[in-house]
């Protein structure tokens, strides 16, 4: 049954009138006419006995308007209800996000926008090492990939590289690789599921197998670990830099250089829920904090 016949004849029925039921829904009397038409040849049946002056139902109209117009009154309700959630954000909204991701500065971004709309909940998770599988549980999942996105029917967009580079403690500068051959024997410190770094020359991309006997998901605990001499690491430039100016580790120099990360976000729809769209606003926003810190 068409709902929107239904609705156009139960304010026709309410109105007393075409003309007044056409006021009041801003319709043309002539279109509306030509709708209650259509939805009584829909039916197959006559609904409204129509006069100059009146509108007499049928037995199957009065029986239509009896068991309809509560239906219809709960489905505006509803339509008004879910378009608050476009007219004003709430509700709840869940995040995923990887560990490596600029934790000081995103724990800013997400309490100045929970400030900013206190009709929202906000849940945020973050995630250690490799992408979990996408779920729909969250709204919007951030994540961290060297090279292609992983393949999926999820609405995915860029939002920023990542530069890094290669580590060794100041003190171990004498043992340093002085080649991505040599790199390749070096003791890394990986995190879970790394086996290679990745490297540009030009166009081309190299992977170096890399290997260690210690492996920490935390990109900090990765920092100091190598500070205390006990390996290789790769590190964002933002996390390392810092301490290289303070004469605690130096970058290698490589021809060639790290390729770097790419943080994008993916979420199920193009159509996103106000609250979702405004913190992906937000983010966007004040990326520029996060290149600050690059």
């Excluded at 004849?9 to 006419?33: C, M, Y």
């Excluded at 996105?149 to 100041?170: E, G, K, Q, T």
């Excluded at 670990?225 to 790769?234: N, S, T």
Aim: hydrophobic content about 40%; overall charge positive; some cysteine.
């Amino acid at each position: 049954m068409d709902l929107n016949g239904v609705a156009v004849f139960i304010e026709t029925i309410k109105q007393g009138s075409i003309t007044r039921a056409a006021q009041v829904l801003g319709k043309p009397k002539s279109t509306l006419s030509r709708q209650l038409a259509e939805f009584e040849d829909q039916l197959g049946v006559k609904l409204i006995e129509r006069t100059t002056r009146q509108l007499n139902l049928t037995e199957a109209g009065r029986e239509l308007f009896t068991q309809a117009q509560s239906l219809v009154e709960e489905l505006s309700e509803i339509q008004t209800s879910i378009g608050a959630y476009q007219r004003q954000p709430k509700g709840n909204l869940t995040l995923l996000w990887p560990q490596e991701l600029f934790s000081s500065q995103m724990a800013d971004l997400i309490a100045e926008f929970v400030q900013s709309w206190p009709q929202i909940s906000l849940c945020g998770t973050q995630y250690f090492g490799s992408l979990p599988a996408f779920d729909a549980a969250y709204d919007l999942q951030f994540l961290l990939h060297l090279q292609r996105r992983p393949p999926s029917d999820w609405i995915a967009r860029s939002l920023m590289s990542i530069p890094n580079d290669i580590y060794i403690a100041s003190h171990c500068k004498a043992k340093a690789p002085k080649s991505l051959k040599a790199l390749s024997h070096c003791a890394c410190i990986l995190q879970t599921n790394e086996h290679e770094w990745l490297f540009r020359e030009g166009s081309k991309i190299h992977a170096i197998p890399v290997n260690g006997r210690l492996t920490l998901n935390s990109p900090d605990m990765r920092m100091q670990a190598a500070i205390r001499g006990l390996g290789v690491v790769r590190l964002p430039l933002y996390l390392a830099e810092p301490y290289v100016r303070r004469g605690a580790l130096i970058a290698l120099q490589f021809e060639e250089k790290p390729v770097a990360d790419q943080l994008s976000v993916i979420y199920k729809s193009r159509q996103l829920p106000l609250k979702t769209r405004l913190f992906l606003e937000h983010f966007q926003n004040h990326i520029g904090r996060l290149y600050s810190q690059v």
